[in-house]
């Protein structure tokens, strides 16, 4: 008989934290997978599972019928995971979950993206809502670029500003010693 793990299990006391720099996703999600395996966790991706907290889980059809849903649990491990975000992420994380249209998500990884994925690993009426996915999207170098294109655009260059007029004197000062014949 399917017995899942308790969510007061989920406890990701070691996991580092994570502050929205697209160049630790991967070192992020890879020690969360492990975290998983090591926990006994059926968590790193969505779908129906086998098993119990004693022995391994394998991941099954919706049709299996012992295969229980996962994402009640990966909702929890959701919450959990975000205590897990400073700065960047954390800002992004409260704006997303305040606007009530964003769906909450459920898992980390979508069922499809297991290597031997079940076929139907899904459970009807379940739309999956990886937070992975959310964060790639989020936080990738082409949206890096892009909010860096809109500072720029809204960066407004007033000389009669007198904070900004100290670092033209500054700027000059230091292009007339290192090019005196400018």
């Not at 399917?2 to 299990?9: D, I, V």
């Not at 809502?129 to 790639?136: E, T």
């Not at 170098?141 to 009669?160: G, H, M, N, Q, T």
Request: hydrophobic share 35%.
């Amino acid at each position: 008989m399917t017995k899942l793990p308790q969510s007061k299990y989920i406890r990701l006391n070691e996991l580092k934290m994570f502050d929205g720099n697209p160049a630790e996703l991967d070192s992020f999600d890879n020690a969360l997978m492990q975290w998983c395996i090591g926990a006994g966790m059926p968590l790193y991706h969505g779908g129906n599972v086998i098993g119990d907290p004693e022995s391994e889980y394998e991941y099954v059809s919706r049709d299996h019928s012992e295969g229980l849903s996962n994402y009640i649990l990966g909702k929890r491990m959701v919450a959990v995971i975000s205590s897990k975000f400073e700065k960047t992420a954390l800002k992004w994380w409260e704006d997303y979950t305040s606007n009530e249209a964003n769906p909450y998500p459920n898992c980390w990884r979508k069922n499809e993206e297991m290597s031997r994925a079940p076929k139907d690993g899904v459970p009807a009426g379940v739309v999956e809502v990886p937070l992975r996915d959310l964060l790639k999207k989020q936080f990738s170098a082409d949206v890096d670029a892009r909010e860096a294109e809109l500072e720029l655009e809204r960066f407004i260059w007033k000389p009669s500003d007198p904070r900004e007029g100290k670092l033209w004197k500054k700027i000059s000062k230091r292009l007339w010693q290192e090019w005196p014949y400018c």
